[in-house]
């Protein structure tokens, strides 16, 4: 273990503290609701140390974990001061359930996250050195620590394509693994995995309250061990995919709850909440653009619960962090010259005579489309109908209540959660139909993590669904 355990804890609680902050200027406190709050802490902490690790990047300032952390924990002390004014919002009241109920909930919660702490403590024995997460995510950590800044050798570096590959991909994940390396002084390859890590505990409290919210406790114990257990996925490879599937969940529960109760903060949390998506991985961009369609299709269904007309342009406001965030991906990408394979005009094709004749590979991928479909239909089908696989069967069970029951599927407030997990899931297929790439090959080592991304959503949406047809199951709308 290179890192001691005061720079351990550092690494964790830092984040935790900025995040407590943040969540402070909104008004949220951790009565608002005791089982999510250090979930949302983690999530919206790690941004900001995304985001100063970033500016010190530009600026070229020293990275050292000696100032760094000091003045992460000056941050969050101002944002606590100034967040001070405003009115806290207050946990909803609570319903009585049996107290063997609550124990059986209160068990299952616990032995997720001590079973998930066991998995990243075992994962503490292999090093990180293969597969996408030392060729992508841990590599540009690599770069941006060795270079020390976002200059010409930066550059260098991104368009050395033996060492780093997709480097145009977003950079939360190595900004956080160079949080760790600004902690060791030098690169790890061990402890650079443990904020990606902590996702998976953020992801079991942030279900656990979205489950407790709607259902009874027994209920919500049965869903969680279904959800809970998704966090663990990628315990063991520092990867991105457990930063968007828990980012969407929080980001559909806090939409949901707006739904449910009218309340304008659950909307102030979505905007500040949802950059972590943009932040983590291509994918986010998609779910913000699936959400505005699918707000737009419920609009004008009315089918869907609006701000006041008074409040709308605040909560328009509300959304600039995520416009802010998406305009900053895009530039960074284009003022490096960073542009995804599936767009780059001279990226390498995997089978060279498929392309003769034509030196456009995005026109070879189109004409891909035909044979591509039923491989891509067949492998979807068969990774979201496995219990086993990666989305327990939770998309699956999903897509049958929207085949079976289309109209139930989109009833009350749900349509928005709808219509965005069923564009997801098909944007997510279109990017195989134009791949340039062997499609079966790529599909083998990429489509099981796009499914887990939309899991635990997923399993939101199952539960909002049984509990609609089974009021007796369900639980105080406003409790977490």
């Known amino acids: 273990m290179t890192l001691s355990v005061l720079q351990l804890l550092s690494v964790v609680f830092v984040p935790v503290l900025l995040g407590a902050a ?113 060729l ?27 060492l780093i590959s997709h480097p145009y991909y977003p950079p939360l994940n190595p900004l956080l693994q160079l949080w760790v390396h600004v902690h060791a002084g030098e690169i790890v390859h061990v402890e650079s995995r443990l904020p990606m890590q902590v996702f998976g505990l953020a992801g079991i409290l942030v279900a656990a309250s979205a489950l407790r919210r709607r259902a009874r406790p027994l209920v919500a114990a049965a869903f969680l061990v279904l959800v809970g257990t998704l966090g663990r996925f990628f315990t063991y490879q520092a990867f991105s995919d457990a930063l968007i599937a828990i980012s969407l969940l929080t ?52 089918r869907v619960r609006l701000p006041e007309h008074r409040d709308r342009l605040r909560c328009l406001a509300w959304a600039t962090p995520l416009l802010v965030s998406i305009l900053y991906i895009h530039w960074f990408n284009r003022h490096f010259g960073l542009v995804s394979y599936l767009l780059e005009e001279s990226a390498h094709v995997v089978d060279p005579t498929a392309a003769q004749g034509d030196p456009r590979f995005l026109g070879f991928s189109l004409r891909n489309v035909g044979h591509n479909a039923l491989p891509i239909l067949e492998d979807f089908a068969a ?49 195989y139909l134009v791949t340039p790439w062997e499609v079966k090959e790529q599909l083998k080592h990429s489509a099981h993590r796009l499914v887990y991304q939309l899991a635990p959503a997923a399993g939101l949406w199952v539960l909002l669904f049984v509990v609609g047809a089974l009021p007796r199951l369900s639980g105080s709308r406003t409790r977490a």
């Open 383 to 431: 990774r979201i109908a496995s219990p086993t696989g990666p989305a327990r069967g939770l998309l699956g069970i999903f897509l049958v209540v929207l085949v079976l029951s289309p109209r139930s599927a989109g009833e009350g407030r749900r349509l928005v959660f709808t219509l965005g997990l069923v564009l997801a899931l098909l944007g997510y297929m279109s990017v």
């Open 251 to 302: 980001c559909w529960d806090l939409w949901q709850r707006f739904q449910e109760d009218g309340e304008l903060h659950w909307l102030r949390m979505l905007g500040a909440s949802a950059p972590v998506l943009v932040w983590s991985k291509d994918e986010g961009q998609l779910h913000v653009l699936v959400f505005a369609l699918a707000v737009l299709v419920a609009v004008m269904a009315r």
């Open 136 to 162: 992508i995510w841990a590599a540009k950590a690599k770069v941006m620590f060795h270079t020390g800044g976002f200059g010409t050798e930066f550059l260098e570096g991104m368009q050395t394509h033996v």
């Open 22 to 134: 943040l969540l402070r200027l909104q008004g949220v406190v951790p009565r608002t609701d005791p089982l999510a709050y250090l979930g949302w802490s983690w999530l919206q902490g790690c941004l900001g140390v995304a985001v100063m690790l970033s500016l010190s990047l530009w600026l070229r300032l020293p990275m050292s974990a000696a100032w760094l952390s000091p003045v992460l924990l000056a941050c969050a002390g101002t944002a606590c001061f100034l967040g001070r004014g405003v009115p806290v919002v207050e946990r909803g009241p609570r319903e009585d359930h049996p107290r063997w109920e609550r124990l059986c909930f209160a068990v299952v919660v616990g032995l997720l996250l001590v079973s998930t702490v066991d998995r990243i403590l075992l994962a503490s024995a292999d090093v990180l050195v293969g597969s996408d997460e030392a």
